[in-house]
């Protein structure tokens, strides 16, 4: 298609391009937009609220109506309500903004951003930001115009300002990001300033101690592995005075000189103590679902999947659990059903339903987190025959509290069609199938025969 392009006009193909997806990501947001508009009026429904979205002066949307339009984009809820809130806040409350996207003349990840970061101020001083950004996004890089962004939303309300900036003290928080492919994971904390100081003292202390342990490792290799050490108290407590009592003999070691280390300033007797003290009893306990095939442990190539943490070879997987002490619990056989006629679900089926799903069972849904409800996909009947097993590996499936709302009061239909398998149809008849290998869009009629099918016939299938 470009083979035969002069440079020339490749360079305006690129600028093309480049105006197309700009394009393309507007009216993605302007379809949301509408979306909203069509559900932004009470509903008679009940448990379907009018929720806000975006920020003051922006219109409000039926909650029952976040979902569906989700699943239609093919993304997760909190994306597709994130966006909502971003275009809702660029029509209402950045016009002038949003008249420059919708020329294609600027990034849209950048406009959104800015929506983002104004979304507290009053209706009556966000103008200030918009006037500012919709000079210069078109033809400033991101960065500059963040920045711009960002004075401008202090300067549009100081006080405001300061009061949030009390309040976010009292967010601080430590985060973990997601493990990436080579077992490796972003650890976020937000602090004090005194005790984020302290924590760089102790891990440039620590890194200095481990240094001859690992040659071969930068500045930075070195202070990462010293901060997993601030994670085994005992441990890193054990290191330090083992090297500070090493040092003080070596000083003291050298003629004329006595100076102590920090160490031997303690009594003899407890120093010996706190050297040959078991610190196992204060390691931290942690329990570990490590998911492979039987082949692995017979020597056979294979990774590990190791929940919150990733895939593992099995080489890395003997690595995490270096120096710790195992209790290895009985493996689960998936294999096995389990039914009850109680609408209760008992710990030893969530357990099972959780390693079969992975997770959240909503279509496109992210999450893997095990706080989750345990649904009856078809709905348990407190008026159906004596003795029917409604419960159980064949009918359960875990959701997220407001992905359980929506199914239970916004008019969606679902199914499980085998162990880990389920079928959902949305209120405006979308189909879709939940599976191991993910959200598969299916037609309305295979998804309404494959709700409809009798248990009878199930019970064959199966």
Known sequence: MFDDLSPAELLSAASAAVRDRRLAEVRDLEVL???????????????????????????????????????????????TVNALADVLDLQHRLPRTWA?????????????RVARISRHLPLARVGVVDAAVARMIATEAGGRVIAVAEAKVVEADPDLHEARAEEERRR???????????????????????????????VTRTAEVLAPQHPEAGADEL???????????????????????????QAEAQAGSREPSRATAFPADLLDALRTTDWSALRPRATL?????????????????????????????????????????PVIDLADRIRTTAYEHPESLRERVHLVTGGDYWPYATSTSRAVDLDHPTPYDDTGPPGR???????????????????????????????????????????????HAGTHVVSSAEAHLMIAVPHAVEADLR
């Open 389 to 435: 097993e409604q419960t159980g590996t064949h009918n359960s499936g875990p959701l997220g509290r407001r992905h359980h709302r929506w199914k239970t009061h916004a008019g969606y239909r679902s199914r499980q069609t085998g162990l880990g398998r389920y079928v959902w149809s949305t209120p405006h008849g979308l189909g879709f199938v939940v599976d």
């Open 33 to 79: 937009a509408a979306w909203a508009a069509v559900h932004s009026e009470a509903s008679p429904r009940r448990g379907n609220p009018l929720v806000p979205v975006g920020g003051e002066g922006t219109p409000p949307v039926q909650d029952h109506a976040l979902g569906e339009i989700a699943l239609a984009r093919g993304t997760g809820v909190t994306a």
């Open 289 to 329: 679902y490590v998911h492979l095939h039987e082949a692995v442990l017979l020597g056979e190539t294979g990774v590990t999947r190791v929940e919150q943490l990733g895939p593992r070879t099995l080489a890395a997987l003997h690595g995490l659990l270096a120096g710790a002490e195992v209790t290895v619990r």
């Open 100 to 112: 420059v996207l919708r020329s294609g003349s600027a990034e849209v990840y950048v406009a959104r």
């Open 172 to 202: 601080r928080y430590v985060g973990l990001g997601r493990s990436d492919e080579l077992g490796l994971r972003t650890l976020v904390a937000r602090i004090d300033a005194g005790d984020a100081a302290w924590v760089d003292a102790t």
């Open 223 to 249: 202070r990462a592995v010293a901060l997993g050490y601030l994670a085994r108290p005992a441990e890193l407590l054990q290191l330090l005075v083992a090297a500070e009592a090493e040092a003080g003999e």
